[in-house]
Each structure stands twice: as C-alpha cells, then as structure tokens.
C-alpha cells in the first residue's frame, strides 16, 4: 500500500505538467466498416429516429454480451451493424428504468458505452468516440460504483490520448486509480485487476510521452497488482506482458519490444483481440529496428489471425504503406498482392 501511494502521489503533479500532448496517429485513408458512419452519427446528434418498443435491459445485456464476443475476436464488421441498437438501447435503458433499478440500469448503460468507445477508438473514429465517451461519463454518475468509475476512468483516458490530450488523459486516469484505491482499499480481486488495468493504461501513456521512468514505474506497479489478483482474473501476468511490448515500443526501444514478444507466444494471450495486438507491437517494433521481412511476416501472422484488424485498422494499413514505400526492389514476396487484399492503393 505504501508503495501504490507513494507511485501515485509522486506522479500526480506530473500529470499536468510533464506529459506533452503529441501528434494525433497519421497515416493512411483506412477502409471503414461498411455501415459505420451513417445510422450512429444520426444517433450521436439526435437526428436519427427511434422505432419500436423501449429496448428492456435484458435484450441490451444480450446485444452487449454479442458484441463483445466480436470485439474479443475482432470482427468489426459485424461490430458495425451493432453499434447503433447498442447506443439505441443504452440511452433507453438509462432513460427508462424503473428508480429501484436505476442503479444497474446506468451501469449496464455505461458498459455499452464503453464498449462502443473502445471499437471507435480503434477505428480511429475519434469524433464519434468524445461524444460516446461524454454521454458514459453522464450515466456512470447515476452509481457510486468505485468499479463503474475506474473504468470509465481508464476508458475515457484513451479517448482522450487518442485526441492529442494526452496530460489530461494521464491525469482522468492516475485520479482514477487514486480514488479506487482510497473506496475500495484494493481488498477484493476486482478491485486489484481494475487497479492493475489503470496503471497500465497510464504506463502506455507515459511511454507515450517519453516519460521513460514514469512508465517504467507505473508498468511495475501494475506488475504487482497483476500477481495480487486472483488467479481467475481477466488481467493478470500476460497482460503486463503484452503491455511490457507495447510500452517499449512507445518509447522507442524496439530490440526490447521485440525480445519481450519473443518471450511469450500468441497462444497464451486468450482471445484474437489479444493476439492482434500482439502481432501489432510486433510487427511495428520489428520495422522500428529495419527488420522489414519480419516486419511483413508479423503483418501475415495479424491477417491469419484477425483478417479485419488488417483490413479496418489504421496501424496495418500504414505500416503496409510504409513497407510498400520501402521495398524498391520487390524483395517481399506478394507484398502488393497483400496490399491490394486489404484495400491499400498499390
């Protein structure tokens, strides 16, 4: 306890200080989902109309519970034709259950929203994903839920990174942990693993920052969460390690990231989700350090593992960009064939 206090409090005026906001991610014109843009811009503004009976909270549990089954297998397509009966129902819900309900009516409201924050992020679709994110924030106020809050901390925190704030996401999200900590005291698993993922996401951003010793700290400190927690946790050792790559990659240490991704294999992340980022770091770390050949080779393993998260996600497409850019001399077989399969000019 006293070393958690002591990393947080250390870092608190960091946060506002220290941490230059950045560049937002250049790159390549990325295919979008088809269907994404459309119907949940209208929704977002207001100017999309309502049909049928009030969505109940048991079928947005269900839509909820289908959508994040193709999160954690990247299938973003079908993500897309989700998203706006999830917003839909979420602003029902929230709107419409009963006062003895309420509670976990927001709750649930707050998790849809997340979810669909986390999509739009990835997608780089950074407008839609400031207005999710604020109607999350409205509804996560209706619960004192120390839970709900870390979470809509650590999720809004990413937002906001990805939106060239990156002082204020490390500060949303260091309060965050700090407030956990002090309601909770970090005495049950879910407490920890909460812990644990908001000292993470502040690592990644710190590294972000170049705040080289800020991140290793805070990475440590989640370390340690991460073996506190319960053994059935959704976040535990791998997840640092996964982590630990991404890290060195942020800051520039591409020969660590690569020996970090050596040190575990894909098949002890879980799901595909998981395993396309690691391929991510990867392949990005490799072509950090000229290994371009290997750098493609990751960038198969991610289409083999995930086809769409090299078809929709703006980290693949650059990186192939970058690659074509580099190869004058054709020496990475059927790279162009590969280029033209996920929708990037040739």
């Known amino acids: 306890m006293i070393r958690r206090r002591a990393v947080l409090g250390g870092l608190a005026g960091l946060a506002g200080a220290a941490f230059s906001t950045g560049p937002g991610a250049a790159g390549h014109a990325t295919a979008r989902p088809p269907g994404l843009t459309t119907e949940l811009s209208g929704l977002l503004i207001g100017s999309a109309p309502s049909s049928g009976p009030p969505v109940r909270p048991v079928e947005l549990r269900a839509t909820l519970a289908a959508a994040s089954a193709d999160l954690q ?10 998203l706006p009966q999830l917003v839909a129902g979420a602003a029902a819900v929230a709107a419409n259950t009963d006062d003895d309900q309420r509670c976990a009516g927001a709750a649930l409201a707050t998790r849809a929203y997340h979810l669909i924050a986390q999509v739009l992020i990835k997608l780089h679709e950074d407008g839609m994903s400031w207005s999710i994110i604020d109607r999350a924030g409205q509804t996560a106020q209706a619960c ?6 870390a979470g809509h901390a650590r999720i809004a925190a990413i937002v906001l990174r990805r939106t060239r704030h990156r002082d204020t996401a490390q500060s949303v999200v260091l309060a965050g942990a700090t407030t956990l900590d002090t309601a909770t005291g970090l005495r049950r698993p879910d407490d920890v693993t909460a812990y644990g993922r908001l000292l993470a996401t502040a690592a990644y951003t710190a590294a972000l920052a170049g705040q080289r010793a800020t991140a290793l700290d805070l990475l440590a400190e989640a370390d340690e969460a991460a073996r506190r927690a319960d053994m059935k946790s959704a976040f535990g050792s791998v997840d640092i390690a996964l982590y630990r790559i991404g890290v060195a990659r942020a800051l520039g240490d591409f020969g660590a990231a690569v020996e970090y991704a050596r040190a575990i294999t ?13 391929w991510q770091d990867t392949a990005l770390a490799l072509h950090g350090r000229g290994a371009n050949a290997e750098a493609y080779r990751a960038l198969l393993a991610a289409e083999q593992t995930a086809p769409q998260e090299v078809r929709y996600r703006p980290w693949a497409q650059q990186l192939t960009v970058d690659l074509l850019t580099s190869d004058r001399h054709r020496s990475l077989p059927d790279l162009r064939t590969f280029a033209a399969r996920i929708g990037v000019d040739v």
């Open 266 to 278: 894909p098949h002890q992340l879980g799901n595909v989700e998981r395993r396309a980022r690691y």
């Open 144 to 149: 004192g839920d120390p839970l709900l809050q």
């Open 73 to 82: 297998a990247c299938r973003y397509a079908r993500l897309a034709t989700r």
